[in-house]
């Protein structure tokens, strides 16, 4: 049996709605469920990237071409979930359902709905 891998996938970490979510998620877990849960970005280190990590949170940045093989290894290697936020993160979701067979849960922010 794997292991379980729970990902995160989030266009960015800088200050907004989704991110602040996110966050309050992961803060609201204790250390057990923490361990077993790494957050991608879309894009470079910002506003939240220090916060998620300093509650125990692998973080890893996808502007960065080394993180795309640590997200291919967590998808392909481990069991668990793959969380999708906003719009972007929703298509690379689609690969992994498709390929990979992961449950996939969608959660799409938008200030003007």
């Given at each position: ?46 506003f939240?990237?220090?916060k ?12 960065e ?27 690379l ?21």
């Amino acid at each position: 049996m794997k292991s379980k891998k729970n990902i995160h996938i989030i266009t960015s970490l800088e200050s907004g709605g989704a991110q602040k979510v996110l966050f309050d998620y992961l803060s609201s877990l204790d250390s057990n469920q923490l361990n077993k849960i790494e957050v991608y970005s879309l894009r470079s280190q910002d506003f939240y990237s220090k916060k998620i990590e300093c509650l125990g949170v692998n973080v890893f940045h996808l502007n960065e071409l080394r993180n795309w093989f640590y997200l291919i290894r967590s998808i392909f290697i481990f069991d668990g979930y793959f969380k999708a936020w906003m719009y972007h993160p929703c298509f690379l979701s689609i690969l992994a359902r498709l390929s990979f067979r992961r449950k996939v849960f969608w959660s799409i922010h938008h200030g003007d709905i």
